[in-house]
Structures are given as C-alpha cells and as structure tokens.
C-alpha cells in the first residue's frame, strides 16, 4: 500500500495567538541545520522500519509539508528535501504533494521553486477574509494578499487550492463570517477547511480565554453556541456551494478531497519526518496491528538528535482507531467491516454506546453504517471517547 509522507517545518513569520503547533518564530540559523536532520531521516527511513520488524513501502502518493510556513525555506532547502525523498521512495505519477503556505509568502522565486519541486497543491491559512479579524490574532495578510495569492497560483499551473477558515477568532460576528465564507465560495477554490477555535493551554490565546483575561483580543472571542451556530452556518453554505462536506473539517469539490488527509481517518501508512511529526506504519506480526512513531516534540531535542518514541498498536488499539477515526468521515463507519476485521463481538461490544448515541441524537444508523450528526459532529470528542478504553476484544482462542 502506497504511504503518505509528512514533512513538518516548524519555523514561522510569527507566532499566531491560536496556534497550539510545535512552531514558533527562529533564527535562520537553525533552518540549514534542521533539514540535515529532516533528510537524515529520510534516507534512514527503510532502517528504522527494519528494526520496528515492519514493511516499508517504498511508494508514495502524498507528500504534505506543513508547519509553520514552510515557503519560508530558501531554495537549495525546500529542493532538498524533495531531491532527497525522490532518492529514497518511488513517488507515483500521480502523487499528490501538498505545500501550506501563509498568504504573502508567495514571492516569485517561491512560487518558481514550488513548481520545480513538482507540487501541485497548496494550502492557504487564510484564517479570516475580514482584516481586523486576522490581525488580531497576529496573521499578517489583508484580504486582498490572499485573493493576489489565489490568482498567482493558477497563473502558475496549481489551482488545487484549500483555504482554511477558523470559526470563534476575536471580533467575528455572523455577519463576518458570513462574508468570509462568501469570499471562499466566491474564489472558486476546490476545498475549504473549518476549524473550531480550540481552548487549551498550549496557545496564548487559549491560557488567556481560560483565566478569563482580555489579552490577545480574548475579551471579543465568541461564546460556545455562536462559535457553534457560525460551524454550522459553514457546513449549510458550503454544502449549497458544492464544497461538499466530506470530513468533520473538511469540505471539497467532488473527486478532489485531500488524499493526504484521508490517509490518517482511514488508517492507511504514513511517515513523517521533523518536529513533533508522526508517523504509522502497519504491523506484520499478528499481535501487531500497526506501528506508531512520534519525533520529539521541540526543535532543540529534534536537531540535537533526540530519538522518536516508537508505540505498538494492538489489535484492541486499532479497533478503537478505527471507530474514532472513522467516525470523523461523514460517510461513517461500516459495522460490517469492522466484523470482518476484528470480530463480530468487535461490533457487539460497541452496542450498548452506539444505541445510547443513536438516542441522543448525536448518531444515525443507516442499515450497517453508523455516522454522527449534525448534533454529534459538534460534539464529536465526547462520542470518540466512548470507543476508547473499551472491553478486551476477545482472541480466536478465547471465543
């Protein structure tokens, strides 16, 4: 099975107040000796399968390079890496290789370099089309930088463009939001991506909402249920526009959703290499379903040579995996085969919680698929943890 490869560039123009990444702003410096490191990784990747006594497939059909900015890397290093996994994996003729870039990061060398290296998709974080909006959480475009953006790659020949949206950033009201949305309707573009502001400690803006403070804007973030209704409204509009709904964040054009992406939800092989990135491949022991690899997590660790940390997925493990992962796709999870693949008191086992969700409102089930609903896609954590730390699945001898 062809992998997905992930690069991680961790270095930005500035740190956005949201953003809860292993990415920060650092010296130049550092960037030479980081992807010595990335494409040491590269060229030792058949190695490290090897000990984890696991198949590396060496072909590929999606590269992502996220971050970070990583057209913030000069030429000889972004055409590196990619000379460097072209030497070491065997990239399909139609491999999808997916660039994010910040709007105003598109320099003419830049956009040259990017058709050198063959990449035919990239990813705008846009954030918010409404320029008050998305200079207080310190992104540094205007709206008129992401529509010059826009045009210059198709110019170029890459109009496979996802814009990401995030819904709850400071000042947003639904009448902004809604010109947002307009905006990534009106461009035409073939794939759009909503997120929810998250609420956490690992984003200055997060510390701020949760001391209750007004540093960073956080005194005018929406409340819960207008972040909630703004999610929704997206998912009507987008839904209308032909931007189908096809992933919790997810939105594209028939027949162009992110191959890369789906990779992840749908539990197929991956790599990837740099800060905090990981990795799966499957198992090829019976007791193994599959192999779970994690670089570290700061930059000083990674470039000093920090190892990754290497988990095993169990059988037990990989049922969970696939209720939770799956059930982020809005076409669900087919029971049946789960059935063929675990068992069927795999599915028996999950019984009690599916029926209880179905009562609630937060799953549908259609013959032998169940999904989440409109409700339960706004809930979504609360329905995956119930498919985590379930019953041992019982073993062919124990049945």
């Not at 740190?15 to 990335?38: G, H, L, P, Q």
């Not at 030497?87 to 050198?116: H, K, M, S, W, Y």
């Not at 990837?272 to 193994?288: E, K, P, T, W």
Request: hydrophobic letters at 40%; glycine letters at 8%.
């Amino acid at each position: 099975m062809p992998l997905g490869l992930y690069i991680s560039v961790p270095f930005c123009r500035t740190k956005c107040t949201y953003c809860n990444f292993a990415s920060d702003v650092f010296s130049r410096a550092v960037f030479e000796r980081y992807i010595s490191r990335v494409c040491s990784d590269i060229e030792r990747a058949a190695k490290t399968a090897d000990e984890a006594v696991t198949a590396l497939d060496r072909a590929v059909d999606s590269i992502y390079l996220g971050g970070g900015t990583p057209t913030l890397l000069d030429t000889t290093q972004l055409e590196r890496l990619f000379v460097t996994i072209r030497q070491n994996f065997d990239l399909q003729q139609d491999t999808e290789i997916t660039v994010e870039c910040a709007p105003g990061t598109l320099a003419p060398g830049v956009l040259e370099n990017l058709q050198r290296c063959g990449v035919n998709r990239v990813s705008l974080g846009v954030q918010s089309f409404i320029d008050k909006e998305a200079a207080s959480v310190g992104r540094l475009h205007k709206r008129d930088t992401v529509l010059c953006d826009i045009e210059r790659l198709r110019s170029a020949g890459i109009s496979n463009i996802n814009l990401d949206l995030i819904a709850g950033l400071p000042h947003q009201t639904p009448e902004s939001w809604d010109e947002s949305l307009s905006e990534v309707i009106a461009s035409g573009v073939p794939h759009a991506s909503v997120y929810v502001l998250e609420v956490d400690e690992d984003s200055r803006l997060g510390r701020e909402l949760i001391a209750s403070g007004t540093k960073y804007h956080a005194h005018f973030v929406p409340d819960d249920e207008l972040t909630a209704d703004m999610y929704e409204h997206a998912c009507n509009r987008f839904n209308a526009a032909g931007l189908r709904q096809y992933e919790i964040s997810n939105f594209a054009h028939e027949g162009l959703e992110s191959q890369h992406n789906l990779k992840y939800w749908t539990r197929q092989p991956y790599l990837g290499f740099g800060v905090d990135a990981h990795s799966m491949l499957l198992g090829s022991d019976d007791g193994v379903n599959a192999i779970r690899f994690a670089s570290p997590e700061s930059l000083e660790k990674y470039v000093a040579g920090g190892e990754s940390i290497r988990n095993v997925v169990s059988r037990q493990e990989a049922l969970e995996e696939e209720f939770f992962l799956g059930l982020r796709l809005i076409r669900g999870v087919d029971l049946r085969d789960i059935a063929t693949k675990f068992g069927a008191s795999a599915v028996s086992g999950f019984a009690e919680n599916i029926a209880g969700f179905i009562a609630d409102g937060l799953l549908a089930r259609d013959g032998d698929v169940i999904r989440l609903t409109r409700r339960g896609r706004l809930v979504s954590n609360e329905v995956f943890a119930a498919f985590i730390g379930t019953p041992e699945l019982q073993t062919p001898e124990s049945r």
